[in-house]
């Protein structure tokens, strides 16, 4: 968090972020696609699901259950940012 960020939140001051008009089609097409996805691994045997594993940009290896409950906390985690738009 940028020194400036801290001290206009010390002060009551946080900025409003304004919804930017070509971020909603994009995240429209990029949650369709991870839905579109998440079926298509959901109908894989149960053992095949298990053996994939994805490694993140943080390097630690990940099954996909987690990955998406990992997805799932950090929206949550940022839903106040979320609800203004």
């Known amino acids: 968090m940028s020194c400036l960020f801290r001290r206009r939140l010390k002060r009551g001051q946080a900025p409003q972020a304004e919804p930017d008009p070509f971020l909603r089609p994009l995240l429209a097409v990029a ?3 991870t839905e579109a996805i998440l079926h298509d691994i959901l109908k894989l045997p149960q053992a095949e699901q298990e053996a994939i594993t994805i490694r993140p940009r943080w390097g630690l290896p990940m099954q996909v ?4 409950e990992h997805a ?14």
């Open 72 to 85: 799932i906390v950090h929206l949550l985690r940022h839903r106040r940012q979320i609800e203004r738009w």
């Open 31 to 33: 949650l369709k696609r």
């Open 65 to 68: 259950d987690l990955l998406v």
